[in-house]
């Protein structure tokens, strides 16, 4: 295709692209920016304008752009075997590699994987897995799953069911029968007049209420993120986990933690779960998996569901065409070793991470700024129009996507959901690019408060 110029490429995206979580009119009236090249924590678009992208992609770009390792592991897969299943008693290197050297940066007693294609088909593969073990220990009535409003599992039917979006639910008659919701522990939004400690313990109890309420024989897992990102980077009071803790030693029900955006370094620890002690049972994997550069997903699942349905299962019926495609194993094997043999998840832990933080933090001091929270390279400001009470300016969300246009428009992009600023940065990016990243929010801050007359 020869090369077209940004019009001629807008003109064919608005004829014939159907863009994922989208209002397809508005945005055939705007028009899309194209992005075309990106190297390091920078992308380019087809005007020419760079932008710092505080995002990572979609959360997935741990490692950051252009690294061509990746490309020629890809290119080498290709010519050696671009596609073999794994179904029927077959297996190939790059999927043993992939699945030996995700048990190694697991914790200890998570030591066997599912591969899928992505976070959503993970979640789905969960579902599919919670139901089966129960229905192997002779539990079969142990089928619902508790979730929480505001979660985020994913796209798919179950996916979107098990997240707790009610706009998502709202569309296609979801959840489907089986998922159960309960209170987030969202802090500056329902927390009230409670401390963040009391209302961390209040909202984990809602756990304990709802298993009580269905009769734990009925109840198979639980499900959550450990910072919910998509929800807008809900950083748990630190009361919550451990009282989350408390609650799951009590009742014979599993534990699900999505990793999908946390795991890979995001906290500076290899995973959401260590950063938060906690021993799940499966944890969906994707986005930093392979940094984005191929769709991967998988289930890693720990020593109690992997033992049942080892010695005890028969057939699991469940599986993609694409499990553990070599391609995409063989690059995120490549992802993981760069992770890990260049040192990049101790630097976000030692190094990057609180320094971010710190800088971060002083933003806490601008007029719209209502609560700055966050853990290693993911974080959140709240946008607020009294600090105190902790409200919005609107309840729809404009402060964020006013905020979210002079970012785009100047050269960072910083991502908004409903007034909740969120930053989640490739885990490569330098003391000196947190900077320009803190000082270009800063300036977007005052943008926006200005816009709204409040400087
Ligand atoms: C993105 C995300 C998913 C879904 O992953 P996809 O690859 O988009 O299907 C699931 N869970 C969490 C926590 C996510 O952030």
Redesign the pocket.
Known sequence: MKALDTAQLQALDREHHLHPFTDFKQLGEEGTRVIERAEGIYLWDSNGNKMLDAMAG??CVNIGYGRKELAEVAYEQMQQLPFYNAFFKTTHPPAIDLAKLISEVTPAHMNHVFFCG??????DTVFRMVRRYWDLKGKPNKKTFISRIN??????VA?ASL?GMGYMHEQGDLPIPGIVHIAQPYWFKEGGDLSPEEFGIKAAQALEEKILELGEDSVAAFIA?PIQ??GGVIVPPETYWPEIKRILDKYDILLVV????CGFGRTGHWFGSDYYGLKPDLM?I??GLSSGYL?I?GVVVGERVAETLIEEGGDFNHGYTYSGHPVSAAVAAANIRILRDEGIVDRVREETGPYLQKRWRELADHPLVGEVRGVGLVGALELTNDKAARTRFDDKGSTGTLCRDFCFNNGLVMRATGDTMIISPPLVITKEEIDELVEKARYCLDLTAKELGVI
């Open positions: 979609l959360w992505s976070g959503s088909e993970a979640n979660a985020y599992h994913g796209s798919t996916g997240g993120e990102g998509a999505d990793e999908v955006i969906p994707a986005k769709p997903g």
